[in-house]
């Protein structure tokens, strides 16, 4: 128990340091959501999420029933040599509803925004209005924007496409939009199946999140919209799955509640998606595709009894979703999978999440706090523990690279994101600052231990040996630099008389007291030591013969002049004798300077000690 104290009394400011340093990391961690920084470790973890999700992409399979038919730059040119320019005439769009419903689809969703336009036709947006109203599984979009009232008035929807939403969360804020870009209002007053495909994109211009319900206040009161593909898929899990969905409810964790569903939103009411690999339009292992123009032609070759490019029930039990993928129309994003992803698709990969409930949840924060903790603590030890650099860092490395994977199979398998950024970042911090309160712990071990085998433990002055040392380093020193030194050997007077007499604690006092006398009377970069017994020596740096023998006489009248208090009632007279000896001109070994200036001792002891000997002595 006294060496475990010992041990922490002796490392007491390392420990301290540790301590400042676990509570300054600490602070990091519940501080850091503040702090300006948050915006870089922001955009470094979502790439992070970016390649997790191409990692796990390929484990993912999507939803054969989900179809996509897209004006690509082939239906483009088609459409343009057909019709002349864009938009084309809502009539067209309304003979493929037809076509497409003729085969019994689940739903058919327009991924188009069917505005008022100065070449409205009419009888064709008549037929759009008809179809609409007569396939109740059938969904198109709006869409909110911030332009300004001046630029734009802000129409007065209808109260036939909001929906109410019990909300009982605290820490969410729904998006508001204070504009709105009108489309057909007939379509509007002929179907509910109306939703926003509002996809704000995040500041690397990356689109990971879709706003699954926004605000649109109109008459100083909320009113709020779902996106169009949570429409589809709400009728959807009612339909096929009797998930008997009444109500739209946020629960108090943030939570979308779709029948037995939770579906995790962001503080904006966001989903994070998880994203199937690169767009259809890439691979064969994402959505189907159906070119615009293919479609068309099949309803030009089935009016003329000619054999079609699409099979008659192609579209049979699908969800088919109707959008474009080309720039020129400004609906390619950039998501986590794919730098050039049609909007249409991003439909299709929302309802496909939902469908399968896979949509991806944030860790708690105070799960990620736990794992940068432990991440840290075995960093720590990894440190501290392993005696090998090379291994620890191996073991390190090793360590970070299991928490990746460990981060990766998580969000494949429980669709949970997890801090990527901050623990590395941590471990990497903690690492390098276990490594130098290691090498700190080791430098005053090695300190205290040097001190221990260059001290003397009574007197706090160098031991025997390291004046021997000492001694021989001088020697060599002077020689090469064709300097000199001194030595004054010192012996306190009557000492065994006294310990006779007072005992042999009073004699150990007087030895602290004579050393601590001794010390004060030179120069820090003087050597004072203990020789043995009573015996002590000063090595004098640089110092000739004349300047040394002042110095000990200096010392000696310092000694003798005033009593040590032994007791509170007891003062006691101290007197001590002195010899000096000098390199190279009274030796040039430590044999014989040791050898000079014991016998000027020996002459002080002998003409009445409390002296400083005769340095005219010849050494025989």
């Not at 690397?204 to 169009?228: E, S």
């Not at 010392?555 to 002049?561: A, D, L, P």
Request: charge should be positive; charged fraction near 25%; glycine fraction near 4%.
């Amino acid at each position: 128990m006294n060496s475990f104290i010992n041990n922490i009394y002796r490392h007491r400011y390392d420990l301290f340091f540790s301590l400042l340093l676990v509570i300054l990391v600490g602070l990091f961690c519940f501080i850091i959501p503040k702090n300006e920084t948050v915006n870089v470790l922001r955009t470094m973890e979502n790439k992070t999420f970016d390649i997790r999700q191409n990692i796990i992409a390929k484990n993912k399979s999507v939803n054969k029933d989900i179809v996509i038919v897209t004006v690509d730059d082939p239906s483009y040119e088609y459409l343009l040599e057909t019709y002349g320019d864009w938009p084309i005439p809502r009539s067209v769009y309304a003979k493929m509803l037809d076509y497409i419903q003729a085969q019994k689809p689940k739903y058919v969703a327009f991924d188009l925004l069917f505005i008022k336009n100065l070449k409205r036709i009419p009888k064709s947006d008549d037929a759009l209005i008809e179809g609409f109203r007569k396939y109740k599984n059938t969904f198109t979009a709006i869409n909110f924007d911030d332009y300004s009232s001046e630029l734009r008035v802000p129409p007065i929807l209808s109260e036939n496409i909001k929906t109410n939403i019990n909300i009982n969360s605290d820490n969410i804020n729904i998006y508001k939009f204070p504009n709105c870009r009108t489309i057909l209002p007939e379509l509007i007053e002929v179907t509910q199946n109306i939703g926003h495909i509002n996809t704000p994109k995040e500041d690397d211009g990356f689109l990971r999140t879709i706003p699954l319900v926004v605000n649109y206040p109109q008459m100083n009161k909320d009113n709020y919209y779902l996106y169009m593909t949570l429409k589809l898929a709400i009728d959807y899990l009612n339909k096929y799955e009797n998930a008997n969905i009444k109500e739209i409810k946020i629960d108090k964790n943030n939570n979308l509640i779709l029948g037995k569903r939770q579906i995790p939103l962001t503080e904006n009411a966001e989903v994070i998606l998880n994203w199937y690999g690169p767009s259809g339009l890439e691979s064969d292992k994402t959505f189907k595709y159906v070119s615009f123009w293919e479609v068309l032609k099949s309803i030009e070759a089935k009016e003329n009894g000619k054999k079609q490019l699409i099979e008659n029930d192609f579209f049979k039990n699908k969800i088919v979703y109707i959008g474009t993928n080309i720039f020129s129309l400004s609906d390619i994003k950039t998501v986590p999978t794919s730098k050039y992803f049609p909007g249409v698709e991003i439909h299709a990969t929302l309802l496909n999440n939902i469908i399968d409930n896979n949509l991806i949840k944030k860790a708690n924060i105070k799960y990620n706090i736990l794992i940068c903790l432990i991440l840290m603590i075995l960093a720590s030890y990894t440190a501290f523990k392993i005696r090998s650099v090379y291994i620890s860092v191996i073991l390190f490395t090793i360590l970070n690279g299991a928490y990746l994977y460990y981060s990766t199979y998580i969000m494949d398998k429980y669709n949970i994101w997890v801090w990527n950024v901050i623990p590395l970042i941590l471990t990497v911090f903690i690492f390098v600052c276990s490594y130098i309160i290691k090498y700190l712990i080791k430098s005053r071990d090695f300190e205290y231990t040097y001190k221990l085998a260059t001290t003397d433990g009574l007197t706090e002055l160098y031991n025997h040996r390291y004046f021997q040392e000492k001694m021989s380093e001088k020697v060599k020193l002077s020689e090469k630099n064709n300097s000199q030194f001194s030595l004054i050997m010192i012996d306190i007077d009557y000492f065994k008389k006294f310990n006779d007499k007072y005992g042999h604690q009073a004699g150990d006092a007087v030895l602290k007291y004579v050393a601590s006398t001794l010390k004060s009377c030179v120069r820090n970069e003087d050597y004072v030591c203990r020789y043995g017994g009573e015996e002590m020596t000063i090595i004098l740096n640089n110092t000739n013969n004349e300047t040394a023998v002042n110095i000990a006489q200096k010392i000696c009248n310092t000694i003798s002049s005033k009593k040590y208090p032994l007791t509170p009632d007891l003062e006691v007279k101290i007197t001590i004798s002195l010899g000096c000896a000098t390199y190279p001109k009274d030796g040039k070994t430590p044999a014989e300077l040791i050898e000079y200036a014991d016998k000027c001792l020996y002459n002080a002891k002998e003409n009445g000690r409390n002296q400083v000997g005769s340095p005219n002595i010849k050494i025989s």
